[in-house]
């Protein structure tokens, strides 16, 4: 059974930085499109950022210059950098892996930006 764990969330004052990780098993990332979505309570999920597997990144305007997507194949594992966090950013974080017609999801990990 495919499995994407996101872990690296929690409370964050405004201001600060997090790094989240999502393991992957039973897919080799390095063919896959990976993504980190988010979804903020009321609100509809919103693509935040994408590696591919060429490690092409792209980000939501939002997040430009505050977050970094990677990856480490050795260890099966995409990260989502963020720094300079605002309250705004506040919200489930998910892992996703896509290819073709195949997409994976993680259980996500909650984020909140809070003095």
């Known amino acids: 059974q495919v499995q994407l764990v996101e872990s690296g969330g929690g409370l964050v004052q405004p201001g600060g930085s997090a790094r989240l990780s999502c393991a992957a098993s039973?897919?080799?990332?390095?063919?896959?499109?990976m993504g980190w979505y988010r979804q903020a309570p009321g609100k509809q999920r919103e693509l935040v950022a994408t590696?591919?597997?060429?490690?092409?990144?792209t980000y939501v305007d939002s997040v430009k210059d505050r977050f970094t997507i990677s990856r480490d194949n050795v260890k099966n594992t995409v990260y989502l950098q963020m720094n300079s966090l605002k309250p705004e950013d506040t919200a489930v974080y998910y892992c996703?892996?896509?290819?073709?017609?195949?997409?994976?999801w993680g259980q996500g990990t909650q984020v909140t930006v809070s003095s």
């Open positions: 590696i591919t597997n060429g490690d092409i990144t």
């Open positions: 996703n892996a896509r290819q073709e017609t195949i997409n994976y």
């Open positions: 039973k897919i080799i990332i390095s063919i896959y499109n």
